[in-house]
């Protein structure tokens, strides 16, 4: 998804209280901001999904904890 105002990549999808809606890049959603604030109207800033969404992995595996060093095996005792 393109920015509404330039060539750059939207980060951001807004929409006014009003229902107006676009995309916005980061740049730009400085712009919607500023208008906001000359509005003292707030949209709803709605994070757009990220271009390849693979389905969610269901329970993703916790990292594996840092190797602890092989323990040495223990010598025997020498029968004395
Ligand atoms: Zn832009």
Known sequence: MQCDDCENEATTRYRWPWGAEGYV?????VAIKNT?????QEPEYLHKPAPA????EPD???EPTEP??????????EPT
Do not use: R
């Not at 906001?36 to 003292?40: E, K, S």
């Not at 969404?53 to 969610?56: E, K, P, R, S, T």
């Not at 602890?68 to 005792?77: I, N």
């Open 25 to 29: 890049c980061g740049t730009h959603l």
């Open 36 to 40: 906001a604030a000359a509005l003292n």
């Open 53 to 56: 969404v693979i389905d969610a």
């Open 60 to 62: 993703s595996e916790p």
């Open 68 to 77: 602890t060093e092989p323990t040495e095996p223990t010598e025997p005792t």
